[in-house]
């Protein structure tokens, strides 16, 4: 009902910046709340990044990534974006963009999820 395809991941340096974009199809992207999750190489789980509200009003960060990245939405061109600033190399992994019916940082609450982009961050 709703495709992901994320795009924007890439190698650079700590202290780096990198902005992710998540692009939607399907059905009324704004009827979604959107999140962030990544998986760090050789994690079992994906963890919880970011998320937001279907209309932006409200947002949500993991303690390790608050103050450095931004997470938004554009529901007129049915994407999400995470700008990454201040990259360190423990924010290496593979980033991935999910929609769900509700705020959450369980990834089990989310319904439908990109296939993922490769972050590395060096040094």
């Known amino acids: 009902q709703v495709q992901l395809v994320e795009s924007g991941g890439g190698l650079v340096q700590a202290g780096d910046d990198l902005r992710l974009s998540c692009a939607a199809s399907?059905?009324?992207?704004?009827?979604?709340?959107a999140g962030w999750f990544r998986q760090a190489p050789g994690g079992k789980e994906r963890s919880f990044v970011a998320?937001?509200?279907?209309?932006?009003?409200?947002?949500d960060y993991a303690d390790s990534v608050k103050g450095r990245f931004t997470i938004s939405r554009d529901n007129a061109k049915n994407t999400v974006y995470l700008q990454m600033n201040s990259l360190k190399p423990e924010d290496t992994a593979l980033y991935y963009c999910?929609?769900?019916?509700?705020?959450?940082?369980?990834?089990?609450?989310?319904?439908?999820w990109g296939q993922g982009t490769q972050v590395t961050v060096s040094s």
């Open positions: 399907g059905r009324t992207f704004s009827n979604y709340v």
């Open positions: 998320s937001i509200s279907r209309f932006g009003t409200y947002v």
């Open positions: 999910a929609a769900a019916s509700a705020l959450s940082r369980f990834d089990r609450n989310y319904n439908y």
